[in-house]
């Protein structure tokens, strides 16, 4: 029911900044609106992890590793999560997800690398 498009990935050197967006479609025009969209990386050899989230209302949750660095924000008009990150690290090198929670269904888009430098 919902589609997932992010952009915005790329290579930086440590101490750039880069932002993400995805754009999320739903497929049926429905009362109830995408609850919670947000933000998830997987680096090679370690387990997938949270990024960073935000509810419709505008509540956000981060990982504490990127906690200050990055900034989450949406467009509930527009059905589109942002992800501004700055000061990256090597160590935020990873596919970046974007997620949304749709109902009782979870949705995940494609992917996008980041890869951070040294």
């Known amino acids: 029911q919902v589609q997932l498009v992010e952009s915005g990935g790329g290579l930086v050197h440590a101490g750039g900044s880069l932002t993400l967006s ?3 479609s739903v497929s049926r025009s429905s009362f109830f609106g995408i609850a ?12 997938r992890e949270l990024v960073a989230t935000v509810t419709r ?3 956000t949750n981060y990982a504490y590793s990127v906690l ?3 900034t989450i924000s949406r467009d509930n008009a527009k059905n589109t ?3 501004q990150m700055n ?3 090597p160590e935020d090198t990873a596919v970046y997800y974007c997620y949304c929670r749709y109902l009782i269904d979870d949705y ?6 980041v890869t951070v430098s040294s």
């Open 68 to 70: 200050g660095r990055f």
């Open 108 to 113: 995940w888009g494609q992917g996008t690398q």
């Open 87 to 89: 000061r990256l690290k």
């Open 36 to 47: 919670t969209m947000g933000w998830y990386r997987h680096a090679p050899g370690k387990q």
């Open 22 to 24: 995805c754009a999320a």
């Open 57 to 59: 209302g505008g509540s």
């Open 81 to 83: 999560v942002y992800l």
